[in-house]
């Protein structure tokens, strides 16, 4: 069974699960601390690498500080840092849906990192702990226009699943969504 855990009800809070560091050849990722904000701020509070954010860019490293403070949300987040130094360079994130075995992510990698392969070894890492955790499906809700994300979800198997019209009230206005989708048996397909 995917999740063993009762349904919540409707005036249940989701439980945050354990975020157990990993290890890639080149990455490590552990969990996203409050001081990460300080490492990320920069990024964070750029306005192009937060275009596609449902959200403005931050104002302050305390406002991010507040942003990353735990929640009981549900959400794991996870600081992508390279082997040997632990400076975050980005993130990942996965909120389990309220049915169970159904998760969402979400990234951001730093400019200077970018088009490295980082967010995909990240995302890899991510994705393989959730379905051996027992997720049937991972997905990304994505702007149309995001075509880094976009590439990278079908680089690692999702597929297409839907387009949300007017979706997204952002400081950008209106936008629509993309649902890419990736299903356990896709994913072991893919990787072994």
């Known amino acids: 069974m995917a999740n063993e855990s009762p349904p919540l009800s409707v005036d249940q809070e989701p439980q945050t699960a354990a975020v157990p560091a990993m290890s890639t050849s080149r990455l490590r ?3 996203r601390s ?3 904000a300080e490492a990320l701020f920069e990024d964070m509070s ?3 690498v937060m275009s596609w954010w449902s959200r403005a860019p931050f104002a302050s490293v305390a406002e991010l500080r507040a942003n990353f403070a735990p929640s009981p949300s549900g959400w794991r987040t996870w600081a992508i840092t390279r082997q040997g130094d632990d400076r975050a360079i980005g993130f990942v994130a996965a909120g389990e849906k309220r049915q169970g075995g159904v998760s969402e992510i979400g990234y951001l990698l730093a400019r200077d990192a970018q088009g490295r392969g980082i967010a995909q070894e990240a995302v890899t890492a991510v994705i393989d702990r959730l379905f051996a955790e027992g997720q049937r499906r991972v997905f990304a809700d994505c702007d ?3 075509r880094e ?6 680089r690692l198997g999702f597929q297409l699943e839907g387009r949300l019209r007017a ?8 936008r629509d969504s993309l649902i890419y989708g990736l299903l356990t048996a896709e994913w072991r397909a893919r990787t072994g």
């Open 46 to 48: 750029d306005p192009a």
């Open 167 to 174: 979706e997204w009230q952002t400081h950008m206005g209106t």
């Open 29 to 31: 990722l552990r969990e």
């Open 34 to 36: 409050i001081d990460d």
């Open 144 to 146: 149309p226009e995001n």
């Open 149 to 154: 994300s976009i590439a990278l979800l079908e």
